[in-house]
């Protein structure tokens, strides 16, 4: 019992340090402390485990610390066979370190002895270096004036060969040198020796002027004799004869020859930036502004031009009469002329000799082009002075327009090329052009309005063609619109454009709010000839307005519009509108489309109103027509129309008759439509639906709809009855023989009563039958009411 209770006393112990917090049991009974809380909860979990809550399994706590012992020293042998493995490793990787912390500190010993060397040479040499270096320095220099003096000597050679051969005149040798001379002025732009530059450039600029004088001066007094410049109309052929010979081939080689120099004249021009010399700016002559880049003119052109240019600015500036502010079209026409009468001097006699240069030069263009500068020159400064002169700009400007299209049309001057509309792109110029252009249009619209055939048409004595119908005004409106896109199409700035488009805009829709205002001032009276013209000047701008949306050239617009997101075109616009004008779906001028097809339909339903108020007027009689005490067919010989329609009857053919001759075909189409969807509605309503029907007042009122009503609206389409549903389906009930009539309105009384389910039964349905009588418009409750205003039922 003793040995029991000891051993009982040896596990709680065990059990006890086991559980202990703060100390835990070793192999051989000593005690280490925890590392953390984490080994208490694995070996409470441990024990848990392994022993649980039964008292009495804590006999085997003996066996359990053994069989851990036994783990643990398994443990054991295992750490020390592999760490028995690893110092032999570790000791191979010491050494190796060493060994190369030995290297590298013998390396930084070399390293430091090899700097202080080094350093100690660097200062030993430092004195050599410094000498050489102020020698290298006056060698530099040395080299420098070397180079200087070789530039200034080979300036000095290149000015000699051209005195050279200028005296032995050895034009072409002269001409060589002289190009030599523009490559190093070329070469040396970059350099920062400038009176180096300068010198070289005075000199290149001095002998190219000697070259081109002389060379100009034979040229000219060939082309004297040649007759040029050719002010009129060459009377004879420019075909060279036997004793032009000589005449011909000295134009060809002079020619040549200033070809030959154009390369230093155009390195001149750009390093000078003066105009050309062969032609001089005329004291006070305005500047024009800047135009498109364009390449400089030829040399033989620009010597050609001289004459042509001393008679513009002699007859064209100063205070000559020709110098007239009002009369552009002058110096515009003298242009013209000029070019065409030397279009065949130029094809016939230049254009040869450029070609078999090898120039890629078109002669009659490069002509065009130097007129055209004086041209530009001039147009600018009087555009610049009539700013505030509205009747000579706008003259100016038609005259440049009509200049230009002439121009471009008559003498194929190259589209690539500018004219002289880039001069009116000038935002004072433009802004000018807008202002003035909109301020005539006004004046202009406010005159035809207050003319006294504004509201006739010009074309209603020739039927084929008014179709239209439009009156005067509107012509007239629509065609100064169409002036103004013709003015404005050939400008070369999108965005201009758009400006005008903007313009033309608001003209359109300040002339619909002048047609609203006439509008309500005719409203009172509908049927008048003025307001149906009015109807047919909003319909015949609306038809324009839709045109051009499909015009190539406004579709253009729109999708210029739309990429530069132009705030006076496409401004205030949501994502699906400017989704549809991007995909061309809509047009610029949807809204304006929308305004006028309201205000078109708003007229329309004044003038049919006007018109229903004269037929109820008339068919008042008709309406209150005892319909219901009306004879049988039968009893009748023949049917008539009723007596009580005849004032109905004769108020709608004659406003058929009035519409037909007042409106436009695609007006009169909508006003007649509208008319009998109108009384369809009316009779149905006011006699059907008023009055109760005998057999012979059904078949009386058939009669007047089938036979009377709808012949008239039978002019105009094949089959009238489609648009008078209401009715025609409404005597087709009234006319059922009254066995038909007892059934139908039992089988709907009945369909009505129960809510039973027509499909899938052989009974027919109350819709089917009445499709079989023709009927299907009316519903089977409309119908219903209409069998229920049969006058007489058997039995009652």
């Known amino acids: 019992m003793a040995a029991s209770a000891a051993k009982q006393n040896t596990a709680d112990q065990h059990l006890e340090d086991l559980l202990n917090p703060a100390v835990t049991v070793t192999q051989d009974g000593g005690c280490f402390s925890l590392i953390s809380d984490e080994l208490r909860d694995y070996v409470v979990d441990f024990l848990d485990k392994e022993v649980g809550s039964d008292v009495k399994s804590l006999k085997n706590v003996g066996s359990l610390l053994h069989k851990l012992k036994e783990e643990n020293s398994l443990l054991e042998e295992q750490v020390l066979t592999v760490s028995s493995s690893v110092p032999p490793q570790v000791s191979a990787a010491l050494s190796a370190a060493e060994d190369a912390r030995c290297s590298l500190d013998e390396l930084l010993q070399r390293e430091k002895h090899i700097s202080e060397t080094l350093s100690q040479h660097l200062e030993e040499v430092q004195p050599w270096m410094d000498t050489l270096g102020q020698t290298l320095n006056q060698v530099e220099t040395v080299e420098r004036h070397m180079n200087y003096l070789r530039c200034l000597q080979h300036i000095e050679e290149l000015s000699a060969v051209v005195q050279q051969c ?254 002289l509309l880039h001069l009116l792109l000038e935002d004072a110029i433009l802004q000018k052009w807008l202002t003035v252009e909109k301020k005539m249009a006004v004046e202009k619209v406010d005159a035809m309005l207050s003319a006294e055939g504004a509201w006739s048409s010009q074309y209603k004595d020739i039927r084929d063609m008014d179709e239209l119908k439009s009156p005067d005004c509107a012509e007239t409106f629509m065609t100064l619109l169409q002036v103004i896109t013709d003015r404005y199409q050939a400008l070369p700035c999108v965005s201009a454009q758009l400006k005008f488009l903007e313009l033309q805009r608001e003209l359109v829709d300040d002339f619909r709010i002048r047609l609203t205002q006439v509008m309500k001032e005719e409203s009172r009276c509908p049927l008048s000839p003025r307001y149906c013209a009015i109807l047919n000047a909003v319909n015949y701008i609306s038809t324009i307005l839709t045109d051009w949306g499909d015009n190539v050239f406004f579709l253009q617009l729109q999708q210029a519009a739309v990429s530069l997101g132009d705030e006076t075109v496409v401004g205030g616009l949501g994502v699906m509108e400017m989704g549809r004008l991007a995909s061309l779906e809509g047009s610029l001028f949807e809204g304006l489309l929308a305004l006028l097809d309201r205000l078109k339909g708003d007229m329309m339903g004044r003038l049919l109103d006007g018109i229903m108020r004269d037929i109820t007027e008339k068919a008042v009689a008709y309406c209150q027509d005892r319909w219901f005490c009306h004879p049988s067919q039968h009893d009748m010989s023949a049917m008539t129309l009723s007596s009580s329609a005849c004032p109905m009857m004769l108020c709608i053919r004659d406003s058929l008759l009035n519409l037909h001759q007042v409106l436009s075909l695609f007006l009169f189409q909508l006003a007649w439509q509208g008319l009998a969807e109108r009384l369809d509605s009316f009779l149905y309503q006011e006699v059907i639906l008023s009055n109760h029907f005998s057999d012979g007042g059904a078949a009386q009122l058939q009669f007047d709809m089938t036979r009377n009503l709808f012949p008239l609206f039978g002019h105009h389409c094949k089959r009238p009855e489609n648009f008078f549903k209401h009715v025609k389906e409404a005597c087709i009930i009234l006319c059922l023989n009254v066995g038909s009539a007892i059934l139908l309105r039992t089988l709907i009384k009945e369909s009505e009563e129960t809510t039973r389910d027509w499909t899938g039964r052989d009974d027919p349905s109350p819709q089917s039958v009445l499709n079989e009588l023709g009927v299907y418009y009316l519903a089977p409750c409309d119908v219903f009411i209409l069998l229920n205003l049969r006058a007489s039922w058997p039995g009652q």
């Open 166 to 419: 200028l005296m032995t005149s050895s034009v072409w040798e002269a001409i060589r040198a002289v190009e030599r001379m523009a490559v190093m002025d070329a070469g040396l732009s970059q350099s920062k020796c400038s009176h180096l530059r300068d010198f070289l450039r005075e000199t290149l600029q001095f002998w190219h002027k000697i070259i081109k004088d002389r060379l100009a001066g034979d040229l000219e007094k060939v082309l004297t004799q040649l007759h040029w410049p050719i002010i009129s109309p060459p009377t004879q052929s420019l075909t060279p004869t036997a004793s032009g010979q000589e005449l011909a081939s000295q134009l060809e080689l002079l020619v040549t020859q200033l070809l030959a120099l154009q390369t230093p004249d155009d390195l001149i021009s750009q390093r000078t930036f003066a105009p050309s010399k062969a032609e001089p700016s005329t004291q006070g002559a305005p500047s024009a502004p800047p135009c498109p880049q364009a390449p400089p003119l030829c040399l033989p052109i620009q010597i050609m031009m001289q004459p042509l240019s001393k008679r513009f600015r002699y007859h064209f500036y100063g205070n000559r009469q020709t110098n007239t502010l009002s009369k552009p079209e002058w110096y515009l026409t003298q242009v013209l002329m000029w070019i065409g009468n030397s279009t065949s001097f130029m094809e016939e006699k230049i254009q040869p000799i450029l070609d078999r240069a090898g120039a890629t030069i078109n002669a009659r263009v490069e002509l065009c082009r130097g007129l055209l500068s004086l041209v530009q020159e001039k147009v600018a400064g009087d555009a610049s002075r009539l700013l505030y002169d509205d009747a000579p700009f706008c003259h100016l400007v038609e005259e440049v327009l009509q200049f230009e299209k002439e121009l471009r049309s008559n003498h194929s001057y190259p589209a690539s090329l500018p004219g």
